[in-house]
């Protein structure tokens, strides 16, 4: 890998990413890119949500970002979207074109639409999706919190308020995390941040986003999109949120609603491309919250936020510059996409249990499955920290709550203890059981008559 080589990123803001006035003279203008973006934009939010973006954002007193989101959240989210693929097109007009696209949080879907992993349209109806589905699930079920301290801080905080859905949702910088959880535990967290001297802000956020309890809107969403045709992106795309370049092979419907349940490790991200040799960092929205994260972080890199001052003209063509400033004719290295190594899959050991049954097998007759499972949901809840009401039997443990593999076996492990079960088959693989309702089931099977569920 070249690291002498200034590679440059396109950064894609997320939720909140949004300022009066955006965009507004290049409208008025009959800017091709932006016009374009934003019919395409309203002509799917029109369909799919009853409204469009153009005439809120561009009418001749905008909303303030916090009118916007008290009065229209939905329209707040799809305008962060459509102004940042309309910047990156603006940019594209004049020939610059970044090495690499990193979005966060809501702006990985700009970022994959940019990428050409995702037709316009397509990408305006999948966030129209996302909006409606976590509208549905999460009704008023919580906000978001940025705290300016760092994340070991952060998490000492959550731990010290001791709500299971209070978590770590956003890892941006050495100073600044930010939580997720329930509106009351939101406000807790508020203050005790003031009361041990950290700076609490509030985000301009309708929901809680990367937060166990939109794990059934995750799965909603993923069914909802699923259709949509992804393309082989043209340009790398890095992910803060998977921790990995997007391959041409990834399931885009599972991964984007994975995001929903997953945390934000924007700070780790950017940490990478640095060491990659990236060097220049544009960022394709409204304000400068990446750029200055970045700069901050790496100082010495080359940020540039083109609208984030009252000259967007003058803001895009310093873009442009940067964009445009590694060599003509050389060959563009980006860093080489994340690969994954599988680990070989965790075999039980310790566990002296009956044979199991195959995954999803019903259990047994003589068990009171109903029984059996409160006990074993108290297990996983106590263990993950999680409300006992997400452990449905269809909630996927790894993609919807984040039980990779070898918390599942210490898990399972525990039920082998805690009921009695003897050792498994040779082999088992705890992928196998990746719902609760399969651990259930497989508890059940290995149950004797001694061990029924009720007798410890």
Known sequence: MNRDLDLTVALFPGQGAYRAGVLAGHWERGSD????????????????????????????????PAALLEQAPDVLQLAVFATSVATHRLLAEQGAR?????????????????????????????????????????????????LRCGRERAQRLVELIDRPTLVVAVDN????????????AIGTADAVARQLGITATPLRSPHPFHNPLLARARRELADRIGGFRRRPADVPVYSPILGRFYRDGDDLAELLSLHLVT???FRASVAALYAAG?????????????TSLVAEAHPGVHTVAPLAGRDETAGLAAAVGALR?????????????????????????GVTA??????????????????????????????????????????????????????????????????????????????DYDTFGKVVDFVASGVTDGAGAGTR
């Not at 910088?173 to 009351?184: H, L, N, R, Y």
């Not at 590694?326 to 075999?347: D, L």
């Not at 049954?357 to 108290?378: C, F, K, M, N």
């Open 325 to 349: 400033a590694t060599s003509p004719g050389s060959a563009v290295v980006v860093p080489a996409p994340v690969t994954e190594t599988v680990p070989a899959e965790p075999v039980l050991s």
């Open 98 to 146: 970044p090495s690499v696209l990193l979005g966060h949080s809501l702006g990985e879907i700009a970022a994959l639409t940019c990428a050409g992993a995702y037709d316009l349209a397509d990408a305006a109806a999948v966030l129209c999706e996302r909006i409606a589905v976590v509208r549905d699930h999460a009704g008023d079920a919580g906000s978001m919190l940025a």
């Open 354 to 431: 009956a044979p199991a049954t195959s995954p999803g097998a019903p259990a047994p007759a003589a068990v009171d499955r109903d029984a059996l499972a409160s006990q074993v949901r108290t297990v996983y809840a106590e263990a993950m920290e999680y409300p006992e009401e997400i452990f449905t039997d269809d909630v996927l443990l790894e993609a919807d709550l984040g039980v990779d593999s070898v918390k599942q076996t210490e898990l399972l492990s525990r039920l082998g203890d805690r009921f009695g079960l003897g050792r498994p088959p040779e082999g088992l693989r705890v992928a």
């Open 278 to 290: 990236a060097r220049t960092f544009v960022e394709a929205g409204a304000g400068q919250v990446l």
């Open 173 to 184: 910088a050495d100073d600044q995390t930010v939580v997720s959880g329930p509106a009351d």
């Open 33 to 64: 890119a932006v016009r374009d973006t934003f019919e395409v934009v309203d002509a799917v939010a029109k369909e799919r949500l009853g409204r469009d973006v153009s005439s809120t954002l561009f009418r001749p007193s905008p909303p303030t």
């Open 263 to 265: 945390p934000v490790e």
